[in-house]
């Protein structure tokens, strides 16, 4: 079974800085998958990477799939309080139902 | 109306009571799924319903009991339940019928906490 690890598992930072947040697996992604939750809510997708080496950007959001499509990171720049959720990376078979979601990055930014 | 949405947000129950979740989508999607989300830990796929059948049931014990009467809702009847699970339940739907790609919108979830 495919295990995805997040790191880290919690952040706070202030405003305006940058960060990075990792999605490891020992195994070969077929896709990968980003979401972000707040509270009281359900993940929303922010991405899907499928070709290793393969980066894409979103406003202050960038995501790199590694060249192995073994891991993924997501770097945020000049953060904003708007950014605080949970960030969730996911993975699923191709061809399948199954999703195996990593247990998250709970991030805080403070105004 | 927004894409999915499930009811109630919020339940309590005792461990002897019979209840049941009630997800909704308005998205014209083909699979619905449940999945149950516990602090510290990562989401937990529970069933998967692709066109009105159920195509994954991921060793869910028989106290949670699925039901998809028809594509655009999704039911998850719960009865003699332990506090352990207590959690956010969230429903989600996609489009296609599996995929690595396919993409899933879920719904708000329903917080619940089992006395």
Redesign the interface.
Same mark, same amino acid.
């Given at each position: 079974t495919q295990l #995805?690890e997040q790191s880290p &598992?919690f952040l706070s930072i202030q405003e305006g800085e940058n960060l990075t947040v990792y999605c490891n697996s020992s195994s070969v992604f *077929? *896709?990968l &998958?980003w979401y972000r939750q707040e509270p =009281?809510?359900?993940?929303? #997708?922010l991405v899907?990477v499928?070709t290793g080496g393969e980066v894409k950007k979103l406003k202050r959001l960038t995501f790199q799939f590694g060249d192995a499509r073994k891991d993924s990171s997501l770097h945020i720049t000049a953060a904003q309080t708007g950014d605080t959720g949970l960030y #969730?990376c996911? *993975?699923?078979?191709?061809?399948?139902?199954?999703?195996?979601?990593?247990? =998250?990055t709970r991030l805080f930014v403070k105004a | 109306e927004t894409g999915v949405t499930q009811t109630p947000r919020h339940l309590v129950m005792g461990m002897t009571n019979k209840k049941s979740l009630k997800c909704e989508q308005h998205l014209g999607h083909n699979a619905m799924y449940w999945y149950k989300q516990s602090a510290k830990k990562p989401l937990e796929l529970m069933f998967v319903y692709s066109l009105e059948e159920r195509v994954e049931n991921n060793s869910v014990p028989s106290r949670f009991s699925p039901e998809c009467p028809n594509s655009s809702h999704l039911f998850l009847h719960l009865h003699t339940l332990q506090p352990e699970d207590s959690a956010l339940y969230l429903c989600a739907s996609s489009l296609r019928t599996g995929g690595g790609t396919d993409t899933q919108y879920f719904g708000p979830g329903t917080r619940l906490t089992v006395l």
């Open positions: #995805l &598992q *077929s *896709s &998958q =009281g809510e359900g993940p929303v #997708l899907t499928v #969730l996911a *993975s699923r078979n191709t061809g399948g139902f199954k999703t195996i979601f990593g247990a =998250g | -």
